[in-house]
């Protein structure tokens, strides 16, 4: 099986190559800028605003593995530009080609679109998918983590001081990267989960309440560590802050803000994927503490 993949070069598509790697699976993998060759893959440059590109990319393949996206922007317009024209740019491609299979990496925020901007530009490209006439699954993954994430690895480095601030009372999922990463692959195949949303978890049944996660943060690097709950005022003047001292690199924004105070980001058992598909091997406390030794290994804690 060839797959065609976007979003290569980031948190999840980095991990998607890997799990590829380890099963023999041949990539197509959409780039911006030249990258080192890696055995198995076929680098493509270009974007997803490139129609040249996009049909290099899938010329060949059997199947497309969507997960290029923007979770975070200092303009809201850019989640529209990223999220939802991509996806159509994507889909249009696919309209004069043989591949029939398409899995769309969402988001768990699309299930309530009018929290964020993030969200409901998630869930338009979802609508988009869903009509598109194609053999697709749309994937929700809750709260990734792992190895080279860039955003939970804030509350790793907070719970190194002993202090990682939560939101308001409330529970979400997570998923380690590579189990995500596996999952994705796992779907690729024709007639697999078609016309599905999809859940998947760390198999932890009504997730984490946000101070159990923290604390599990902080036993992962070796702290004990206070967990405030935070509420959405003060999370929105953090935000704030956080613009005026980091600007376009700030990690928390009011955009984000939004879907953080919802009290329920657990993934729906009904909505998991099949067992005889996929199931996890990763849970949570052993997740995060391989997470920990990792950021610990390459500097970052």
């Avoid at 911006?32 to 290099?56: I, M, Y």
């Avoid at 769309?104 to 006439?133: D, H, I, N, Q």
């Avoid at 308001?168 to 590579?178: A, E, W």
């Avoid at 779907?187 to 996660?213: F, I, M, N, Q």
Wanted: charged fraction near 25%; glycine fraction near 10%; hydrophobic fraction near 40%.
């Amino acid at each position: 099986m060839i797959i065609a993949l976007t979003g290569a070069t980031g948190f999840v598509g980095q991990a998607v190559l890997d799990a590829g790697s380890r099963q023999g699976v041949e990539v197509r993998a959409l780039t911006r800028r030249a990258q080192e060759p890696r055995e198995g893959v076929t680098w493509v440059e270009g974007s997803l605003s490139d129609k040249a590109s996009l049909a290099r990319l899938v010329e060949g393949a059997d199947s497309v593995v969507h997960v290029a996206g923007l979770t975070n922007a200092p303009d809201p317009k850019e989640f529209e530009i990223a999220n939802v024209e991509g996806t159509t740019a994507l889909l249009n491609t696919l309209r004069s080609s043989p591949i029939e299979r398409f899995i769309f990496t969402s988001s768990l925020s699309a299930r309530e679109p009018k929290l964020s901007l993030y969200g409901a530009s998630k869930a338009k490209a979802e609508a988009y998918v869903e009509t598109s006439g194609l053999d697709w699954t749309i994937v929700r993954p809750p709260a990734v983590y792992g190895p080279r994430d860039k955003d939970m690895f804030e509350l790793f480095r907070s719970a190194k001081y002993g202090i990682v601030p939560v939101p308001p009372k409330g529970r979400t999922s997570l998923i380690h990267v590579d189990d995500l990463a596996e999952c994705l692959l796992a779907l690729a195949h024709g007639g697999v989960a078609t016309g599905a949303k999809l859940e998947p978890d760390d198999g932890r049944s009504g997730g984490y309440e946000h101070g159990e996660l923290a604390r599990l943060i902080g036993t992962a690097v070796g702290k004990k560590v206070l967990t405030p709950h935070l509420p959405k005022t003060l999370l929105a003047l953090a935000a704030r802050s956080d613009r005026l001292v980091r600007g376009d690199r700030a990690k928390l924004t009011p955009d984000r803000v939004g879907y953080m105070v919802h009290p329920d980001w657990v993934c729906r058992p009904e909505r998991a994927v099949p067992p005889n598909i996929w199931s996890p091997r990763i849970d949570g406390p052993a997740g995060l503490a391989s997470t920990a030794r990792w950021y610990r290994r390459e500097g970052w804690l």
